[in-house]
């Protein structure tokens, strides 16, 4: 249905809402703009930021234990990084629709 109605959603949708194994993924599942997902794209993938989690990931894994002190900043990133899976699922929804529409 996704392809003949050309609604790439539908399947992230089905993974997050029906499929017991992905459910918990963090993906689009309606279409939103493409500025407005441009620019949470431009945000998330600062040089800056990813300085930041590549420099927070190091210092907590480098010596091979996160300790109890570490955790709060362990999961800090977490989540940041499924904001950034979300934008990049959103981003490949829109382009999806774009290419199909050529």
């Given at each position: 249905m996704?392809d003949?109605?050309?609604?790439?959603?539908?399947?992230?949708w089905y993974?997050?809402?029906?499929?017991?194994v992905?459910?918990?993924?963090?993906?689009?599942?309606?279409?939103?703009?493409?500025?407005?997902?441009?620019?949470?794209?431009?945000?998330?993938?600062?040089?800056?930021?990813?300085?930041?989690?590549?420099e927070?990931?190091?210092?907590?894994t480098?010596?091979?234990?996160i300790?109890?002190?570490?955790?709060?900043?362990?999961?800090?990133?977490?989540?940041?990084?499924?904001?950034?899976?979300?934008?990049?699922?959103?981003?490949?929804?829109i382009?999806?629709k774009?290419?199909?529409?050529v």
């Amino acid at each position: 249905m996704a392809d003949l109605y050309n609604t790439p959603e539908l399947v992230t949708w089905y993974c997050m809402n029906e499929c017991p194994v992905h459910g918990f993924l963090p993906l689009a599942v309606e279409e939103k703009s493409i500025q407005g997902i441009t620019l949470r794209f431009l945000r998330g993938f600062d040089e800056n930021v990813l300085k930041t989690i590549k420099e927070d990931l190091i210092e907590i894994t480098e010596d091979g234990i996160i300790s109890n002190e570490e955790l709060p900043r362990l999961k800090a990133i977490l989540v940041k990084l499924d904001n950034m899976a979300e934008i990049i699922s959103e981003m490949k929804i829109i382009g999806e629709k774009y290419i199909k529409m050529v």
